[in-house]
């Protein structure tokens, strides 16, 4: 059971980056599944996160209108879309699914390795 972040990158400000989520051993579409970040000396928060059921997304403030995700179940992945990338964006980050939205939330669900994405200005 994993998940494979794809690697994240150098960004301007007002661009775009997607980043993928991979899973093996279990089946993606089943999952709830939350993106998180944490910028250098910060704690961890919440980017967005998709109910299993009913998909729907809760988006954090910071990136509501600007972040999407989306999934490929043929492909066993979900994707985060990042538009309008600002400064305050650069972090480190993660992808985290579980079959519960609480364990997700919780942090306790399964994690993909971080990945570092820059916003420069």
């Known amino acids: 059971v994993q998940l494979q972040a794809s690697r994240g990158g150098l960004v301007e400000v007002g661009g775009s980056l997607r980043l993928s989520c991979a899973a093996s051993?279990?089946?993606?579409?089943?999952?709830?599944i939350g993106w998180f970040r944490q910028a250098p000396g910060q704690a961890r928060e919440e980017v967005l996160c998709q109910s299993s059921g009913d998909r729907r997304i809760h988006y954090s403030d910071a990136v509501k209108g600007r972040f999407a995700m989306t999934r490929d179940n043929a492909q066993n992945v979900a994707f985060l879309e990042m538009n309008d990338l600002r400064p305050e964006d650069t972090a480190v980050y993660y992808c985290s699914a579980s079959q519960t939205m609480g364990t997700v939330l919780r942090g306790s669900g399964v994690w993909g390795q971080g990945t570092l994405v820059t916003v420069s200005s």
């Open positions: 051993g279990f089946a993606l579409r089943y999952y709830n």
